[in-house]
C-alpha cells in the first residue's frame, strides 16, 4: 500500500502564494510519476501539473503556467506544488496522485482558499 498525505492547504488573499506538500510512505517502488489535481465547487476534476521520475515537468491548464510550479524531492519521496499570483479561480480542494507499477494512488485532498 501506497500513503499519500498533503500539507499546505489553507485561506489566501488574490496574489498571495502557497506551497503544497505531499509526502508518500508505504510500497513504493520505481515511481513514474507524481501530480497534483484540484476539484472546485462544481466543477470536474482537473489535472493541474505532473512530474515524472526523469524531471520532466507538464502544466495543463493555461490559467496555471507561469503561476504555478512543480518539484520533486526524490529522495523523500515528496512532491511539492509552488503556487504563486493565486487567483480566487484557483480556489479548490487540491489532490496529490502518485503512479507506481501500473496504479495511481491519491492523497485525501488539501483545500486551497483564495479571496478576492
Known amino acids: 500500500q501506497v500513503q499519500l498525505v498533503e500539507s499546505g492547504g489553507g485561506l489566501v488573499q488574490a496574489g498571495g502564494s502557497l506551497r503544497l506538500s505531499c509526502a508518500a510512505s508505504?510500497?513504493?517502488?520505481?515511481?513514474?510519476?507524481m501530480g497534483w489535481y484540484r476539484q472546485a465547487p462544481g466543477k470536474q476534476r482537473e489535472l493541474v501539473a505532473r512530474i515524472t521520475s526523469g524531471g520532466t515537468t507538464n502544466y495543463y491548464p493555461n490559467s496555471v503556467k507561469g503561476r504555478f510550479t512543480i518539484s520533486r524531492d526524490n529522495g523523500k519521496n515528496t512532491v511539492y506544488l509552488q503556487m504563486n499570483s493565486l487567483k480566487p479561480e484557483d480556489t479548490a480542494v487540491y489532490y496529490c496522485?502518485?503512479?507506481?507499477?501500473?496504479?495511481?494512488?491519491w492523497g485525501q485532498g488539501t483545500q486551497v482558499t483564495v479571496s478576492s
Open positions: 508505504g510500497s513504493i517502488f520505481s515511481i513514474k510519476s
Open positions: 496522485t502518485l503512479n507506481t507499477r501500473g496504479r495511481d494512488y
